[in-house]
């Protein structure tokens, strides 16, 4: 399966929208550099939501875009809710993410919720931890990659083939 990054978007604070940048660093085990939500404490490192959900909350006549619900990557082509915890990504030419969680809490409504009465983001967006950095770029390939047996993940730790 394979998508492509529609936008990229980071906020210096969080619980707000963040603002699209053209590219970025995403750093091994942090996330994006710049953003709030970067971290080696947590393993929701990077958020990703589908312009599909966008779409979606656009049609009930919200004017929102990508970076509204405080995602880090929106994606195109890629339905990211059936991809199991553990699916590995390979972002642009370099980054290698691990799908650490599907959906999430949401504490307090957001703007969206009060508006639209419901937000995707909770639903619908996921969240990986970074195994290998590097440099991202809107327009960049997403590929989901094959998945291995166990055993594959637990042993030979120094010579993966990233």
């Not at 529609?6 to 970025?24: D, F, L």
């Not at 880090?72 to 691990?98: C, F, H």
């Not at 960049?140 to 993966?160: A, F, G, H, S």
Request: aromatic fraction near 4%; charge should be neutral; hydrophobic fraction near 35%.
């Amino acid at each position: 399966m394979k998508g492509r990054i529609i936008s990229i978007n980071v906020s210096n604070k969080k619980g707000e929208k963040k603002t699209p940048i053209q590219e970025a660093t995403v750093f091994e085990n942090k996330g994006i550099g710049g953003d709030a939500h970067a971290s080696s404490e947590w393993h929701r490192q990077v958020s990703l939501l589908g312009i599909e959900s966008i779409k979606k909350m656009q049609d009930k006549g919200l004017d929102v875009k990508p970076g509204d619900f405080a995602e880090n990557i929106t994606t195109e082509g890629i339905d990211l809710l059936k991809l199991p915890i553990g699916t590995r990504l390979r972002i642009g030419k370099d980054v290698l993410g691990e799908v650490s969680q599907i959906g999430k809490e949401c504490h307090t409504r957001c703007a969206i919720y009060q508006q639209a009465g419901d937000c995707v983001m909770p639903i619908e967006g996921i969240f990986i931890r970074v195994l290998k950095g590097g440099l991202i770029k809107v327009g960049d390939d997403i590929i989901v990659m094959e998945r291995k047996p166990l055993d594959y993940y637990l042993t030979d730790i120094e010579n993966r083939p990233y």
